[in-house]
Nanobody, 128 residues
Framework: QVQLVESGGGFVQAGASLRLSCTAS??????????VAWFRQAPGKEREFVAA????????PYADSVKGRFTISKDNSKNTVFLQMKNLKTEDTAGYYC???????????????????WGQGTQVTVSS
């Protein structure tokens, strides 16, 4: 079993920055080995892909809506993945969830169905 805990959300004004963290724990699990992704879900909307990082495949895809503003990175020694968010917009308001997998192919990196474990989420609210 893998546990994921997100933190770093908050209430900010448009244009501000936030850094989210996702810390993983579990027997034999390492962010060095498995892909970790961030998804978000705004009220009344479906959960959508934000970014993912996979050291195994060397892939770091981003959603078009966040490309150039968000950066995903990780600290293997802390088993933690970060999402640095800059120039936040009101449309970035959502619950942000991290997810990881026990077996995924590259074509699934942007899809919810590719991930087996999810965190509880952290709320990001951006005011105008």
């Amino acid at each position: 079993q893998v546990q994921l805990v997100e933190s770093g959300g908050g209430f900010v004004q448009a244009g501000a920055s936030l850094r989210l963290s996702c810390t993983a724990s579990g027997s034999g699990f390492s962010v060095r080995t498995y892909a970790v992704a961030w998804f978000r879900q705004a009220p009344g909307k479906e959960r959508e892909f934000v970014a993912a990082i996979s050291q195994r495949t060397g892939s770091i895809p981003y959603a078009d809506s966040v490309k150039g503003r968000f950066t995903i990175s990780k600290d293997n020694s802390k088993n933690t993945v970060f999402l640095q968010m800059k120039n936040l917009k009101t449309e970035d308001t959502a619950g942000y969830y991290c997810a990881t997998e026990r077996g995924i192919i590259m074509s699934q990196l942007r899809t919810q169905s590719g991930y087996d474990y999810w965190g509880q989420g952290t709320q990001v609210t951006v005011s105008s």
